[in-house]
């Protein structure tokens, strides 16, 4: 049941999506994307999970490339510090404020990115776009970093058996080599069901900041 309220709403957005990119009306996107940076203090950044069509895009892409069993690459070392996403950050105010002042239009940026997303998709796996690349994941990972409710692990039931590490799409899952234990990056953390759906302990639940 979780599942089918996730997939709606995710195709309920790219529908929502697609019609004020073809209708121009594009700021209606931008006050929907506003909200949800300011909610992802209390919530994390489920925009990416739930509401980005980039991401729907991106899942609907990697299921083909799954099933061909196409190779996909990890984020190369030079990208995973970050340090390139706050590059195309700049980058990209920079471009849509030129082309606020020159065209006084909105450009479909979005779309741009969900080619770019589709292509690196095929090459890539979808973490590499979503920590080192989306400039809307960029802002919402900054404001998302120490959201008040996420998923998260109960420590005392893993078991340490990494299922959940490989369903995880923004690879916000890791095992600590000590406890060997796993946990959540709230800051990656798409809010989605994948790993609570697949933990066979039942370990992952979504619970307020202790
Ligand atoms: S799937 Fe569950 S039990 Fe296994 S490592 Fe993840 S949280 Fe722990
Ligand atoms: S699989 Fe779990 S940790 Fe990964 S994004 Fe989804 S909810 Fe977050």
Redesign the pocket.
Known sequence: MKNFWLYFVRIVSLLLFLFVMFRNISVIWIVLYGITLIAAFFFGRFFCGWICPINTCMIATDKIVKKHKLPQRKTPSWLSSGWFSWLLFIAFIAFVVTSQVLKRQLLPIPLYFAGVAIILTFFFLPEVFHNAICPFGTLQKLCGRTALFSRR?VTE?????????SVCPPNA?S?DPKNH??SIDVALCHQCFE?ET????Q??IYKRKS
């Open positions: 692990v039931k893993c078991t340490g058996c990494k299922t959940c590490v899952i095992i234990r796993a790993c697949v933990c066979p302990a370990a992952i």
